[in-house]
Every structure is written in C-alpha cells, then in structure tokens.
C-alpha cells in the first residue's frame, strides 16, 4: 500500500512525465472528430435522440480513424477508432429496423392517432388488436349490404373507417353509422360467446365504405388473454352504443318537442301497445256479476236540482268540451315517490301541440 500510495503522490505532486510538449497542432481531421465528439454526447433520449447520438458518435469515431491513419500514424488508435464506429454503425441499423417494424398501414396509423392514442393506448397492445384483424382494411360499394335483417349471422365486429352506412328495420330508418363507430355493436353486447344469433336490423353503405372487421372467435380468445384489450373494448362498445341511443333520442325530440330520458323502462311503453284501462275493467267484471246474481245495478247517485224559471236559452253555438279522461293510476312500486316506469303514455299524451303516440300503428312508423 505504501509503494503504491508513493507512486500516487509521485503522479500528482511531481511533474509531467513528458520532457516536452508537442508545438505543433494536431491536425483538422482531429480537431473535426472531437466537434463530432461533442455534439453526439449533447443528443437526448427516446428515439430520435439516440438517431442524433448515434450519429454523431459514429461521425466522430470515423474522423478518429482517418486522423490516426494519416496524421497520427498509431494502430491501436486505428482499432479503437474503428471498432468505435462500427458499434454506432450497429446501433444505427437497429433503430431503423425497429422505426420499420413499429410502422403501420396509413389507415391503421390514423386509426391509432385518431381513436386510441388520445386513450393513451400503447402501441404494442394497438399492435395486438391490429394483428387480430389480420391488418385487413374491406370495402363496402354504394348500397352494399354489410348485414341483412334475420339472415346475416353475427359472427364478427366491425368498425367503420370510412364512409357512412344506413341502419334501418322493417324499411324504417333508424340511424346513421359513421366513421370510427362499431357497426354492430348492439349485436355483439347481445350475446355471450357461447351463443349465436342474426341480425335485426339492416345496414347499408350510402356512400363507398371502408372498414375493418374481428373475426368473432378470435376477438374472444383475445379479450380473455389480454385483460386490458378486454376492459378497453368494454369502455368502446359501450360508448358507442350510448352514443347511438342518444341518436335515436334525438329523434324523439326533434318529433315531439320534448327529449325523453332513454334510461326510463316506460319508454317502451311509448313504443308497444297501449295498455288496457284497469278501471273500465273493473267495471265491466262487476256488471257480470250482479247479472249473474239477478239484481239490476245501481244507477249512480246525482244530484238534481229544479231549474229555476225563466226563459229558454237559445241553443248552444259551441261544441260540448269533450270529458276529461281520468289518469291512470300509478303502479306501485313500494315508496312514497314514483319509480322509474312511472312514466306512462299519458306523460307525453299532454305535451302541447304533439300528436298521440297511439296514432302510429308500428314502431318503425313512430320512429320515422
């Protein structure tokens, strides 16, 4: 230890070991290599910046080389130089291969910008779904059929890319499917794997379409090994199908005057056959009765009061009003307040100004 800590102390403390510096400057080839030098060390991080490192570095090392072979006239400066430059060679040639294989189809590039990198999606896992597809993009013509009402199987779940295509059911307009929106989604929530159904409505492209499709199969056994594309593509088709029953809301609106909340069970109500009055009921089954039994029913009590005397009015120019209608009573629903079916046919029967929802004979004819 003291002959080392000596020979330390001789380095730092005594003077250089050279008897005397060089006068001349190195050459420009020298100088060049350690500018290259400098700035590839200045590169930053991901990968564009290890593209400027790399290339820096390797520029230098290179001009390292040239310098040792004709000014500096030294082999191991050579080698080192050289073996320097090819591993940044190296380097470079692999980020190339990696900026090659991350590259995507521009349709599914703008896919990605567009629906799943504002989600923050990684690439690898878009890569996955992509790759389930078989990074196919298909076409639909004008007035092509992607689905026929109670014949297409559901078999696939398809998102539209490009164009805009028609839904409809029993030759009723329904809504319309634009781009970056799942085709059938409904159909696809509608089932459990295991299951198989067909379609209930019809879609056809208005305008040239292009979309891309997963198989049904194959998307399955995706989203039970991959529990993020699973939860992801739980949040999609969700939202897309709130989005398309806010679409067919909007149209209730637009008709009546008066936007009904499509989370309300009695909306169906709205749409089906009108129920029968329980009162009229009632009293149709007590008139069965006491004509089995033999009485006659009682006629109801009035009250008759003497006309007083005085002149016959002249007849009546305007119309009798026509009687108001009882409400139908409420079913109870166990609390003090109105449950969400509460809302019966009656509610939108008053709106001012709107025609009665009985007046249509099909859902079709009430959602046109």
């Known amino acids: 230890m003291s002959a080392n800590s000596s020979t330390v102390a001789q380095l730092l403390w005594q003077g250089p070991v050279c008897i005397g510096w060089n006068q001349d400057l190195e050459g420009a080839v020298y100088h060049l290599a350690n500018c290259f030098l400098l700035l590839g060390f200045m590169g930053g991080s991901g990968v564009y910046g290890c593209f400027y490192l790399f ?56 896919l990605y910008r567009t629906l799943y990198l504002p989600l923050q999606v990684p690439l690898q896992a878009y890569k996955e779904i992509v790759h389930c597809c078989e990074e196919q993009v298909l076409t639909l013509a004008t007035e092509q059929t992607y689905a026929v009402e109670g014949e297409t199987p559901i078999n696939r779940l398809s998102l539209l890319l490009s164009g805009r295509v028609r839904v409809s059911q029993d030759g009723q307009f329904l809504h319309y499917i634009f781009p970056y929106q799942f085709m059938d989604s409904p159909e696809w929530e509608s089932l459990q794997p295991s299951e198989e159904g067909v379609f209930q409505v019809t879609l056809t492209a208005e305008t040239a379409c292009s979309y891309i499709s997963w198989p049904r199969k194959s998307l399955h056994l995706l989203l039970a090994k991959e529990r993020y594309i699973s939860r992801l593509f739980s949040a999609l088709l969700g939202y897309d199908i709130s989005e398309k029953l806010y679409g067919l809301n909007d149209k209730l609106f637009a008709k009546f005057g008066l936007r009904f909340d499509i989370r309300l069970p009695s909306l169906y109500h709205v749409l089906g056959p009108a129920a029968p009055d329980p009162g009229l009921e009632s009293t149709e089954e007590d008139e069965d009765i006491q004509e089995a039994a033999g009485t006659p029913p009682r006629a109801p009590a009035t009250n008759v009061r003497p006309a007083p005397p005085c002149s016959p009015t002249p007849a009546a120019t305007d119309p009798p009003a026509p009687p108001s209608r009882a409400r139908m009573s409420r079913p109870d629903s166990g609390t003090l307040g109105e449950d969400s079916s509460s809302l019966v046919l009656e509610d939108f029967e008053e709106v001012s100004g709107s025609e009665s929802l009985m007046d249509y004979r099909s859902d079709g004819e009430y959602m046109r």
């Open 55 to 110: 290339g820096f570095l390797g520029t230098g090392y290179l001009c390292c080389v040239l310098w040792g072979w004709f000014d500096a006239c030294g082999l191991d400066i050579v080698l080192w130089s050289l073996l320097l430059t090819t591993a940044c060679l190296l380097q470079l040639a692999h980020l190339v291969f990696r900026l090659h294989e991350d590259t995507l189809p521009e349709e599914f590039g703008l």
